[in-house]
């Protein structure tokens, strides 16, 4: 079969079963590269001590994957748009595999570092072609953007099922199964995607500049290094923040200098005129604003439900699927109610909808606060954030010109990823700050100095030393609990004005102006 008779057909034309079938197909590897994110949790303590893993080496273990698909994402987006985005997704699918069954078998920890790291870099060239492979596979503006919420929805249940996987196969084997669950599911993509994945025609021939590649990858690398390490830093209190600092301050300058590189550059890595379009700037800012606001929000909600509703991590997890489950219909609808609708005013509504539940969970996690209430607030904002974001990577997606599409989807995986970590380490920071401060003034006057030295260094440590004293003596626990409670209103507040401040760019850029421009 012909390059060219594998291409789906331009135009508007809709898809048929070969494209709704190759889209199950491409779900398999998005669930396989969010899995991934999250399936070590459980797993972790079980590999630790087999491979002997110090702390660092553990930490390691878990987010040098993550570290790497984030520096990668321009560089493999631009590959695709030169390569073309099947070819692309099948090589790096085939290293997948590979490299998860050396994961599963790593001798040291070393090993497993650096197997994990190549990971990254092969989970980088995934992301990028399946979302350019959609705009190939479904010209048709209402599927593309049911397929483009398909996939969204499979990265949540791919990232909510992880821990829950990894746990359930440690019950049965060792720590090495929740690597190779990847083999299955990436072979068949090998063995049928050649039959039911299109090519895409349009390609760039700009020959990737090393000095590029170089800083975009390290650009990135030392930005989201440093947020998570200054996250980390600020949970459990250990360590100078300036090391993170100064990693996230170089991460950055190498950015801007890969920035201007790009403007000087005739053919550029990323063509930074991707970003005069209305639709694309005003939808990155978005991506960023509400990354940071509803991540920074989620991240403290999940502590919150150890450290102040006392669950187990396995708990947690299970009170989180609410939220999971309507994000995901959240998703889902947006496609039909963009239908009827302009997409633009969906995705309004849906940030609307997500900043009510940051205003919700504040009231909810007040005193006496009820699970049930607090998960249902949180879970108002999964269903607006939803429905949002699926329409926004396809306004990134489709503002794109097809010979770049590749690039357009890379640079929402950016922006996505620089929303996670700047939302994590921004809510860490600001609940660290708050749990000082509300523990300094509430801290019961019998604690001990030491004890209350102690509280006061983390709220890890706060915790541990606030549950040693428990049992005779809860005021010190309910302080605790309660500053916790503090930081957690404190930020979903904040991250409500920050989504209220995306709704306002979305409605004054893409609804009001098309509107009057129309």
Known sequence: MSEDTETARPGTGRATR?????????????????????V???ALPALSTDLDATATQALWIVHVYGFLIAGFLVTMGRLGDRVGPRRL???GSAAFAVLSAVAAFSADAQ????????????GATLMPSLFSLLRTMFPDDGQRRLAIAVMFSAFSVGGAIGPLLGGALLESFWWGSVFLINVPPMFLLLL??????????????VRLDPASVVLSVAGMLGTVYGLQ??????ETGTGSAWPALAATAGGLVLLAVFVRRQLRLPDPLFDLSLLAARRMSASLATLLLVGVGVVGTFYLFTQYLQWVAGLSALQAGLWTLPYIVVNIAGAMLAPALAARLRPAVVVAAGLAVAALGGVLLVVAAGADASLPLVVAAASVTGLGHGGAMALVSDLIISSAPAEQTGSA??????????GTALGIAAGGAVSMFVYRTSLAETMPPETPEATARTAR???????AVAQETAPHDPALLNAVRDAITQGLQTYAGAGALLVALATALITAVLVVRDRQTS
């Not at 494209?19 to 590269?33: D, F, S």
């Open 40 to 42: 070590l949790f459980f």
């Open 18 to 38: 070969r494209e709704w079938a190759g889209l199950a197909l491409l779900v398999l590897p998005m669930l396989m590269l969010s899995t991934d994110l999250t």
């Open 457 to 463: 260094t983390s709220i890890h440590e706060g915790i």
């Open 409 to 418: 989807a890379a640079v929402q995986e950016v922006g996505g990823e620089l």
């Open 192 to 205: 049928a995607g050649p039959a039911l994945l299109p090519e895409r025609r349009e390609r760039t021939t």
């Open 229 to 234: 390490e200054l996250a980390a830093g600020q």
């Open 111 to 122: 090993m497993l570092i650096i197997a994990r790291a190549l990971l990254g870099i092969a």
């Open 89 to 91: 997704l099948l090589t």
